[in-house]
Structure formats: C-alpha cells, structure tokens
C-alpha cells in the first residue's frame, strides 16, 4: 500500500496549483482520501477530504471556495485542486487514508511555495 503525493512547487500568490495523491496497494473508491498540510514551525492541519467517487467532500473553513479534493477512479487518484493561492498556503502537503484494516498511511509531503 502506498500514497505517492506530488505537484508541489513554487506559484505566485492568485495563481493555481493542482495536487495529486496516487494509490497503489488498494482501491481508493472505498476509502476517503484526506489533504493535510504543515507550515514550518505549524501543527499540521486537515484541508480537504474527498469521500467517494460521487463528488462528496469537506474543505476547511480557511480554504473553503479556494480549495477543492476530487478524484479520478480510473487514475486510482485523488486531487487537490487550490485556487487564489496565498502566502499562507505555504506547506508541505500530505494525503492521507485510513483502511479497514486500521492500518493508515501518509503520502510523501509535496512542497506548496506561494510567494511573488
């Protein structure tokens, strides 16, 4: 099982950037995905959460209308869709699932830089 996390990287503030989380081991259908991120010196923090295939999510109140989490059955993939980008989204971002099995496991961190 793992999460292979990217599209991190360096965007100026109002731009956009899209995430992806990428599964393999199991079938991500079943499962909700969640984003977390951490800022440097931050606890880290849930962002979005997409619940199934059918659309159904949860995006925090501090990026609700910017952030949105989607997926793609086919690709085994969910996304991180952020708009409007600001400084303050500056994190490594993380996504995360929990099994049936109790067993959880975290992506690899993809670094999000916002800054002019």
């Known amino acids: 099982v793992q999460l292979q996390a990217s599209g991190g990287g360096l965007v100026q503030p109002g731009k956009s950037l899209r995430l992806s989380c990428t599964a393999s081991g199991f079938t991500l259908d079943y499962y909700a995905i969640a984003w977390f991120r951490q800022a440097p010196g931050k606890e880290r923090e849930g962002v979005s959460c997409?619940?199934?295939?059918?659309?159904?999510?949860w995006t925090a109140d501090s990026v609700e209308g910017r952030f949105t989490s989607f997926r793609d059955s086919a690709k085994n993939t969910v996304y991180l869709q952020m708009n409007s980008l600001k400084p303050e989204d500056t994190a490594a971002y993380y996504c995360?699932?929990?099994?049936?099995?109790?067993?959880?496991?975290w992506g690899k961190g993809t670094l999000v830089t916002v800054s002019s």
């Open positions: 995360y699932v929990l099994l049936t099995n109790g067993a959880t496991y």
């Open positions: 997409s619940y199934d295939s059918d659309g159904s999510s």
